[in-house]
Antibody, heavy 119, light 109 residues
Framework: QITLKESGPTLVKPTQTLTLTCTFS??????????VGWIRQPPGKALEWLAL???????RYSPSLKTRLTITKDTSKNQVVLTMTNMDPVDTATYFC???????????WGQGTLVTVSS | QSALTQPASVSGSPGQSITISCTGA?????????VSWYQQHPGKAPKLIIY???NRPSGFSNRFSGSKSGNTASLTISGLQAEDEADYYC?????????FGGGTKLTVL
């Protein structure tokens, strides 16, 4: 059974850097074809894909946010970390991490963590 | 990459069938079979209900079906039930990125 859980601060100030950790179980990020992605959802709005990291360290980013995002993995700890720089109130959202396979895209999701950006 | 286009809302009565469309471009939905659909109830994480255009995850209801024609994918829900009331999102994957639709709110009348 695949499970994922997001952790990190619930409140960040404008211009700060957000660091979120996704801790997962039930799969290995060293298995060919496997990835972990981050997706966010502002309150009352649609899903927005942010970033993906694959078993072979290949990284993919949303073109609109690429300059602000970094995704890394620690296979031994079963963790994926997303950093987003220069946070703004418009970045207030629930941030989800999800298991990725190319055929199913995102087949298992974490519960999400709400991050509020406010001074 | 632009978001995929979905109708903002659809509605139907219990027992009826509804279809939600998802229109992309030749760079995503049109060229690839990597189209998925997600169901999201309020306050919950999205749940995969269709992948690879028309495949259902193991154990998921066969009242949900998917298809694709050209640049448009579709999700059909038959025999509507009250618990189907939720937001539905399509998603697609290209060689370089993922993209979601704007979401469709399904109301069961």
């Amino acid at each position: 059974q695949i499970t994922l859980k997001e952790s990190g601060p619930t409140l960040v100030k404008p211009t700060q850097t957000l660091t979120l950790t996704c801790t997962f179980s039930g799969f290995s990020l060293s298995t060919s074809g496997v990835g972990v992605g981050w997706i966010r959802q502002p309150p009352g709005k649609a899903l927005e894909w942010l970033a993906l990291i694959y078993w072979d360290d290949d990284e993919r980013y949303s073109p609109s946010l690429k300059t602000r995002l970094t995704i890394t993995k620690d296979t031994s700890k079963n963790q994926v970390v997303l950093t987003m720089t220069n946070m703004d109130p418009v970045d207030t959202a629930t941030y989800f991490c999800a298991h990725h396979m190319i055929t199913s895209i995102f087949d298992s999701w974490g519960q999400g963590t709400l991050v509020t950006v406010s001074s | 990459q632009s978001a995929l286009t979905q109708p903002a809302s659809v509605s139907g009565s219990p027992g009826q069938s509804i279809t939600i469309s998802c229109t992309g471009a030749s760079g995503d939905v049109g060229d690839y079979t990597y189209v998925s659909w997600y169901q999201q109830h309020p306050g919950k994480a999205p749940k995969l209900i269709i992948y690879g255009v028309s495949n259902r995850p193991s154990g998921f209801s066969n009242r949900f079906s998917g298809s694709k024609s050209g640049n448009t994918a579709s999700l059909t829900i038959s025999g509507l039930q009250a618990e189907d009331e939720a937001d539905y999102y399509c998603g697609s994957y290209t060689s370089s990125s993922a993209v979601f639709g704007g979401g469709t709110k399904l109301t069961v009348l």
